[in-house]
C-alpha cells in the first residue's frame, strides 16, 4: 500500500467495520495511531495526531473540520501539492483537505 491516500469516509468506514470488535475498541481507545495503522495496513505520518471519542448511546459527536485561515502560508508538503499541479491530475476539489497519504511502513 505504498503511497496510498484514504479519505476521512474511508478510514471511519474501516473503524466502523471493525467497531463490534471489543479488543479493537480497546486498542483504539487505548493507542488510537498504532491500532489504526495496523487496521489501514500503512504508516500514518508522524505529524498526523490521531483522536478517538467513543460515543454512548444518549451522545453524538460530530467532528468539526479544519479550516485553513484565508491568507495562511501554505505547508512545503501543501505546497508541492500544488505546486506539483495534483488537484488537475486526481480530479480533486476543495475537499482535498479532507485526503490523508499514509504510506506503508
Known sequence: MAGSSF???GIQDTVAQ?????KFRQA???DPKATLEAALG????GGVKVKVVEESADTYCVVLPHVTQEGAELDDSALEKVAGGMGDKAKCSAKMSSI??????
Open 28 to 30: 483504539l481507545l487505548a
Open 42 to 45: 500503512a504508516e500514518i505520518p
Open 18 to 22: 471493525k467497531a463490534n470488535d471489543p
Open 7 to 9: 479519505t476521512r469516509g
Open 100 to 105: 490523508i497519504n499514509i504510506s506503508a511502513g
